[in-house]
Structure formats: structure tokens, C-alpha cells
């Protein structure tokens, strides 16, 4: 395959992908399946063997998409399978998101990134790139600590000069404080 047909073939899988992942987030957002803890579990818990693959999938698809809230599927992550093993797949799901988010921006730009982050989100954050080690810190921190866009973060990331090991480096250490906190919210809540 030459490289015109690869990169055909490349962005029409990314589109197909994005658009299945959209019509998955408006079904869910529409039916209150993302904000509702009790609908998500049933979801879930009506899968049977396969509930561990659709929350992985879930994961995946709450931090491409950053409008479902990541906290509620986490927590609802803990009541399904438990604080460990919604650990693992939540760090599964994220992970690969995290590296799709990267990704998309790092091959779409600029331009892609502005139509799926919010206007003020992004100016807020644009500007810490263009300082370096200050960003790679700043987003080291986001990635450890709960509460920051850390989703938006990873797409912002694609768009620098950071290297991708530098890039899985920092999240696969620093994605499981944030992790751990859901779940022990979770635990509590």
C-alpha cells in the first residue's frame, strides 16, 4: 500500500472511530446514561463476561470525549467490580484514551484540537506550552492530581515538541494517584 492509500485508509478509520465514539456519547448524554451512576451500572452489569471490555471502552471513550464526567464512571466503576479491579480497567481505558487524545492532536493539530476543547479551556492552557519544562510540569502535575482537564491536557500535549516516551512516561506513573483517589472515594461515598 503506498503512502496516499495509508493515509486514506488512516483517516477514514479515525473518522469511523470518532463518529461511532460520538453517536455513543449523544445516545448516553441524551438518556442521562453519564451523569446517572444506577443507569451506567445496569448498562454494565447486564454484559455479563463482557462488562469489563464495555467499561475499558467506556474509559476510552469518557476521556476522548470530555463531556462525559470521568469521576461518575469511575465511581460507578468501584460499585461493579470493586476498587481493585475497576482500578486496573479504568487505568486501561484511560491510558489507551490518553494516547488517542495525543495522537489525534499530534496528526489533526491545531485546528482539530479547537473544535473538541472549550475556547477558554484552551487559551488558558495554550499558553503554557510554548514554555517547555513548564508545561511538561504542569502537565505532570494535572496527570498526578485529580480535578485538572487532564484528558484536554494529553490532547494539548500532542501538540508540542514532547516525546511520546516522555508522554507515556509521565502517564503510566502518574496516572494511578488520580486513579486511586476515585477509588477511594468511591469506597467512602
Known sequence: MNSKAMKYVTNGTTVLFL??????????????????KQE?????GTAGIL????????????????????GVTCLAG?????????????????????????YLARRYGQNFVKRLVAADVYDKYMSKINSGRKFD?????AIILPGFPDDVLCMLAGLTEMKITKFALILLIGRPASLIFYSAVGLIG
Open 40 to 44: 451506567l451500572q445496569l448498562l454494565i
Open 78 to 102: 468501584v460499585f461493579m467490580f470493586g476498587p481493585f479491579w475497576s482500578f486496573l480497567y479504568s487505568y486501561i481505558g484511560i491510558i489507551i484514551g490518553s494516547f488517542i487524545n495525543f
Open 137 to 141: 510540569l504542569m502537565f505532570a502535575a
Open 19 to 36: 463518529a461511532a465514539m460520538a453517536v455513543f456519547v449523544i445516545y448516553g448524554m441524551g438518556t442521562g446514561l453519564f451523569t446517572n
Open 51 to 70: 462488562a469489563p471490555l464495555i467499561f475499558i471502552l467506556l474509559q476510552i471513550t469518557q476521556v476522548v470525549f470530555p463531556l462525559i464526567p470521568g
